[in-house]
């Protein structure tokens, strides 16, 4: 088992390092995605739930869309991350994903609630 593990983590580096050696020969207007971040993670999540919201244009359609069932599930998805990493992020990831959580939720009450002004 463990020399199958072995394997496996080889076979990884390997594929890891062919790819790298292919992004340094590419041309310079290839786009090359960023590293992997928990804070791009999930700003990417909570600008998805923007456009859900219908505070930010869809950049597909460019046209301002309003789906609460499609901003719910991004708003409980990110609440589901702050609960599976509690004690695992860094102090800056842990704010940045409470300010996110508290401004969407404000956002989605003041939307979902007749009466109620949205900020």
Not at 79 to 84: F, Q
Not at 89 to 95: C, F, K, Q, V
Not at 109 to 118: M, N
Request: glycine letters at 6%.
């Amino acid at each position: 088992m463990d020399e199958n593990k072995k394997n496996i983590d080889e076979s990884w580096k390997e594929t890891v390092a062919k790819e790298k050696a292919e992004k340094e020969g590419r041309k310079e207007d290839t786009f090359i995605p960023p590293e992997p971040d928990f804070s791009f993670f999930i700003t990417t999540l909570a600008l998805q739930a923007s456009i859900a919201l219908g505070q930010v244009p869809n950049p597909v359609t460019n046209k301002t869309e309003e789906d609460l069932t499609q901003a719910r599930f991004l708003i409980d998805t990110l609440g589901m991350l702050k609960e599976k990493t509690v004690g695992n992020l860094s102090a800056e990831e842990g704010s940045l994903l409470e300010n996110l959580l508290y401004e969407l939720r404000t956002r989605y009450v003041a939307k979902s609630t007749p009466g109620l002004k949205a900020p």
